[in-house]
């Protein structure tokens, strides 16, 4: 039974979140051996989740911003590695095809392969030289005009999925112009390869191993988007990336729950749920995972029912959600192990875990100087305004 045959998404929630369940059962284990979760991506092929994402237009069922976030949630409190890899997916489809970025007709062959094969895609753009393309540098990647096609070159860091990606969207620097492209390279094309790099404590699953291209063909059509030297538009799918720490912050709390009714040390009648200090904690945790939830859904619904010019105001109201969201995500891990102790360091403990796992939000985009930056200047621009 796939996901879009059912007709709400509080029944597509459900179906979910039994199907993912699994996923926490084989988080330990994977990311003790270090390899990536293929069989969690398997499951969530099976149930057709890759495609929710997809507009109606194209055959997809084009589920808001707001389901996929509280789907992408659930992932996440199950395997943080798993939900933040499929987030880029499912984000990149549903920007694409509401933005119609691409020319309809490549966008569409590609989304037929998601529909019918439960292909999978990501952007690969950060490199060593640049960091995040978010910085504005300029790729050392690039793209030479060929008569029948393009030529490309270059190597490509955190790059998420690749162990599973059928298509990668490459930013390159256009040869002989001041210009840059996303280039579309299926994984199949001669000189693609993947370099096994991805060696982070954190978020492990993801499979961010660098992509590698040596002198790679590819068609006319397959350069898909000119890139703009303006300032990036708002995009709301990125707002996936603090759904996923949401959700492994909820992990945290549950675990730092579980042992609190629980633990009863000899000392004391009853167990330590009881004791004024561990309350204390608890409701901290409780608040800041309440902020964070109102916060993240309150801007998704805001997204959801917005028109496109009131969407390219909200760039900053984006990226304090994701500040925000992580940030207290942190905070939540921190408690829960102060309420574990030292048994939240144990290498079968799951705490010990979120804790890497969590900290990985902090280098995911937008990064947070940027955006307290755009803060102050959208404060100052208001101010002015109002004078």
Request: aromatic letters at 8%.
């Amino acid at each position: 039974m796939k996901l879009a045959d059912f007709k709400t998404a509080e029944e597509r929630v459900a179906i979910l979140q039994d199907k993912v369940s699994v996923f926490a059962e084989r988080a330990y284990q994977l990311d003790k051996d270090d390899v990536f979760p293929f069989e969690n991506f398997r499951d969530l092929k099976e149930i057709g989740y890759p495609s929710l994402t997809i507009p109606k237009k194209y055959g997809g069922l084009g589920i808001s911003l707001t389901e996929m976030l509280k789907m992408q949630e659930i992932i996440a409190k199950m395997d943080g590695s798993t939900a933040l890899g499929i987030g880029w997916h499912m984000g990149i489809t549903k920007h694409l095809g509401e933005t119609d970025a691409w020319e309809p007709q490549k966008y569409e062959s590609v989304m037929k392969d998601v529909l019918t094969n439960s292909a999978l895609l990501n952007n690969a753009a950060s490199e060593r030289a640049t960091g995040s393309p978010t910085r504005g540098g300029r790729p050392e990647t690039t793209a030479e005009r060929t008569n029948d096609g393009w030529l490309v070159n270059g190597r490509k860091t955190f790059t998420t999925l690749a162990p599973v990606l059928s298509y990668f969207i490459v930013s390159a620097s256009i040869k002989g112009t001041d210009k840059t492209g996303n280039f579309l390279v299926e994984r199949e094309r001669d000189g693609v390869s993947i370099d096994e790099t991805w060696d982070s404590i954190a978020m492990k699953g993801t499979g961010s191993h660098d992509l590698v291209l040596d002198q790679v063909k590819l068609d006319d059509s397959d350069f898909v988007e000119e890139l703009s030297s303006e300032k990036k538009p708002a995009a709301g799918w990125l707002l996936h990336i603090p759904a996923c720490y949401l959700g492994i912050a909820r992990a945290a709390q549950e675990t730092a729950l579980q042992f609190a009714s629980s633990y009863s040390p000899n000392s004391i009648k009853g167990t330590i749920s009881d004791l004024p200090n561990v309350q204390q904690k608890l409701g901290e945790m409780e608040l800041l995972l309440m902020e964070s939830e109102y916060f993240l859904y309150g801007v998704s619904e805001k997204w959801d029912h917005a028109t496109i010019d009131q969407r390219s105001e909200m760039k900053p109201l984006l990226g304090a959600v994701k500040l925000s969201v992580v940030n207290k995500a942190i905070e939540v891990v921190d408690l829960a192990m102060r309420i574990n102790g030292a048994r939240s360091l144990s290498s079968s403990n799951p705490l010990q875990r979120y804790y890497r796992d969590v900290r990985a939000g902090l280098h995911n985009p937008p990064m947070d100087d940027m955006t307290i930056i755009q803060l102050a200047s959208k404060s100052i621009s208001e101010f002015r305004n109002n004078l």
